[in-house]
């Protein structure tokens, strides 16, 4: 059998053009009249959390278009995507990259809490700030964890958790089994959910931990079944979230026992369809918040997109709205001015008024519990706002991911 | 001559380091470092034909032990990072002898099993690894007798490529010493070796070691250049790739995978900047090395520069058996 | 809740799972068994196969029809691919070429995926026939696991017959042993390699396709399950269809009991069966030492 071997020419002809093809720059920019904010955005574009940063990308796509010319501070805003594949070793690859040879020091679109963690040290040494839009991991704004030079403008783990908790104070469930994914925010989650419903005087039977990247729930579900307990707390995301309620459901758990959970997202409802009606949770950005601001732009993202805006694309959104207004408020990009800038700030979002703390940089946001509804308006399902709670309640204490006030 | 090629583009590296962009220099010693842990891969794939699936264990292995040492004793960065590849090693040593046991495919699950046992490890005991989150903000402390040069960007390149440079010249010495020769002979036939009286489970074990505590120093060097540690190190994707960088670089010439291990990272950080699609490039890239050019880049890289077909080490004369 | 009842209902658990962790085992390990060849592609083909029957349930309604569909198309791709570029390595003999060929495949695939599918995930509904549960000892059983477990054993038992009992099963399993002699007597090997890839293919693609229900369609699946079906196979012994059998029932039932006394080691549980099968019997259950 022939054997093909690449001749010394071809060789030289690849050569080339694969060096020149590693020494190109990044793909053009268009120069623009007024230098444009570059914001990067070290987002999942492939790999397993891809659909989280395909909805951070759009959010930012329709954010450019909106501001066009006149954006911040006079000037457009325009932004850098990476990708980092949800790994930490890639997200602080790209973030050099960005810092060192591209001289941007504004970050966002960290979708991972352990690529936040990563970067998080290095913030000082890269003179750089960044906003957190989506990662939840409590510990983030803890003294062990914190730096100055980052904020989350968005819900957490403990946040979430404390609003369901005190939901179901009033609900009639008295037992509770929690079931959450293995890893740093499922624990920060399940364990905010139990001492809040203990501190709201109820119980917590039993908690599970499953593996990352579990794929069949039936023994989970069974132990669940088998738990006789009234409500099931779940801290799942995306595929784990997904598989548990695709399985759930064809054991007619819901039937059994109400389930709960951290986290809604559309996407999910979307692919459940019939199944995830009923579907009870706290939600860190619903869509069907009545407000003007986020009326204008859940419009302005159905006409762009014909989507309905997931919680990313919420939450992304209300990060950049921060990250604008400190920077109008500093009259500047340096990272050293924005940190005071932001400080204390406080703006009405699309998700209603929210305070950046000073005290450790996390935002107060509002409190959601909706519930999952058919809907004679949209294709599929939506989750309907059931309850709303104050900032106040449901921000942990400072630098803690605890709360002293029973709730 | 090939050794003075080679300390000719190692001298040009270190006199360019100061006046390369920072990116420039951040994203080669990076490479250099992925070079290093290829290299280590080769001992035992190009070598001895052994094929692991799980050397990301060692890499994991030194990048977490060097972690601990400097985070928590506060090392001089040199002496931490010894410290972090020696830990290694002790653990690389009764798992080595595990799965030397086997051969062929049963020895490179058994890789691959302790690899992933590494991985559920890290989350299991996060009180002291970090779990999912890892280990961040981890120092470079000031080396012995006050010394800071390696604290810096360009004084840390230059530790890299000293310590690749040193793991490569101490490799040679290893493949063309008698062990080498012996490896060979494990590689060609090792039913053969057996019956001249060599016990190459033992010889195996030993190169198993050897490979791990070359691996774990690049994985060591990781930690102090990133600065943090992920359990992502561990996992098995890890070990394919580092697998196909031998491959590419051509296996069996320690040369060839340190190119290839430096190639896949620049490769992929370009590509993926100026395509989205970049892994469907990636991925062509890989058939078209193996349909085309088997020798993998070292020997596309010896055929031109010779026109002769090119011949790994593997090929090479034997000294005598 | 007794003891006997809460068995039965687990065991039915893990029935469930081994059924689908099956259908995957047995393609990489006939591919493996017959080819020497390591398949890193299997998870992508899976993969490959949920996302084809999700589009053609969706647009013909059926999942009958995606459960025919789908495994054709991938075992199509597979006997294209074997011809195209493994069928040139044989002569090699190089395990590292055929790992570098199927790994880009699995890389190619995987992107290929997010471009033509896109990276948000895709539910593929039970059929309503198959909806509903049944009551075992009191503990609900969804009526689609016990189509799988029904559908395994089903496709177990027709392999084994073909392999055991046909002259075509006959032939695949002389290749195994010696290829060279089989050619000799008249047979075109290449056409049984490529045969048997593309029926590994197709396995791989069914096993998506019911796995789809269960799990939705995502980009995540590939990576996913690899693993999973190596140590499988390698725990039942690499080119052994009954040790497929064997490892599929043993992880699975290894994992559904061992994550519900020994939660701390669920992630672990699969490896250190894997570890202490190794040492025990290094060539698997039932395999061949190497």
Sequence with gaps: ?407 | MQRVALAAVVLALCVAAPFASPFTLTLLTEALIFGLFAMSLDLMVGYTRLYSFGHAAAYGLGAYATALTLLHFQLPLPLGILAGVALAIIVAVPIAWVCTKSTGVSFAMLTLAFAQLGYAMLYRFKDVTGGSDGVGGIPRPPGPFGLDFFQGKVGYFYLVIFCLAGSYLLCRMLVASPFGAVLAGIRENDAKMRALGYNTRAYKWAVVVVAYGFGALAGALYTAFAGFVAPELFFWLVSGRVLIMVIVGGAGTLIGPIIGGAFFLILEHQLSEVIEFWPLIFGAVFIAFVMLAPEGIWGLVRKFARAKPARSDAEAPRAAT | MNFASFLFAQSLNALSQAAVLFFIACGLTLIFGIMRIVNFAHGALFMLGAYVGYSVAVSTGSFWLALIAAPLATGALGAAFERTFLARLYLRQDAGAYLMVTFGLAIILGEAIRLAWGAAPLGVAIPDRLRGIVTVGNQPFPIYRVFLIAAGALAALALWQFLERTRAGLLVRAVAQNAEMVHALGTDVRTVRTAVFAFGCAMAALGGVLSAPLVTAFLGMGSNVIIDAFVIVIIGGMGSFAGSIVGSLLVAFVQVFGAYYFEDLALALMYLLMLAVLIVRPGGMLGKEE
């Design chain 1, 1 to 407: 059998m022939k054997q093909t071997h690449l001749t010394r020419r071809a060789v030289l002809r690849t050569g080339t053009a694969a060096a020149a093809l590693l020494a190109a720059p990044p793909y053009l920019r268009l120069a623009t009249a007024a230098t444009p904010i570059k914001i990067g955005i070290p987002t999942v574009i492939t790999g397993g959390y891809a659909i989280l940063g395909t909805q951070v990308m759009r959010t930012c796509k329709l954010v450019e278009k909106t501001l066009g010319g006149k954006g911040v501070l006079g000037r457009p805003v325009a932004f850098e995507y990476r990708d980092t594949q949800g790994n930490p070793a890639d997200c602080v690859r790209k973030c050099q990259e960005l810092v060192e040879r591209d001289g941007i020091n504004l970050i966002a679109g960290v979708i991972v809490s352990s690529e936040a963690r990563a970067i998080m040290p290095k913030l000082a040494e890269w003179k750089a700030f960044f906003i957190s839009h989506g990662c939840g991991d409590g510990l983030l704004t803890t003294k062990e964890f914190l730096v100055p030079n980052f904020f989350r403008a968005n819900t957490s783990a403990p946040m979430g958790a404390r609003t369901l908790a005190l939901y179901l104070k009033d609900a009639p469930e008295k037992n509770f089994i929690a079931l959450g994914s293995d890893y740093a925010w499922g624990r920060s989650s399940v364990g905010a959910f139990e001492e809040q419903i203990k501190a709201v005087g109820k119980n917590l039977t039993d908690k599970i931990f499953t593996p990352v990247g579990n794929k069949d729930y039936s023994t989970y579900i069974t132990k669940v079944i088998q738990s006789g307990a009234q409500g099931c707390y779940i801290a799942l995301q995306g595929d784990e979230a997904r598989s548990f309620y695709s399985q759930a459901t064809q054991y007619e758990l819901p039937k059994r026992i109400q389930l709960f959970t951290e986290i809604v997202a559309q996407a999910d409802i979307r692919t459940l369809g019939k199944d995830s009606i009923g579907m009870l949770g706290s939600s860190r950005y619903a869509f069907t918040y009545d407000t003007p601001e986020n009326k204008r732009f859940t419009e302005a993202f159905l006409a762009e997109y014909k989507e309905i805006p997931d919680w990313t694309d919420g939450e992304m959104y209300q990060a950049l709205q921060i990250l604008f207004a400190a920077i109008e408020k500093a009259d500047s990009t340096e990272a050293a001015k924005l940190v005071p800038a932001m400080e204390n700030l406080e703006i009405t979002s699309v998700k209603g008024s929210v305070l950046m703390r000073q005290c450790d940089h996390q935002g107060e946001n509002q409190g959601f519990v909706v519930k999952v509804a058919a809907s004679d308006k949209y294709a599929e399902p939506i989750p309907e706002i059931v309850k709303i709670y104050p900032r106040q309640a449901i921000t942990p204490d400072c630098l803690s991911t605890g709360y002293k006030a029973a709730g």
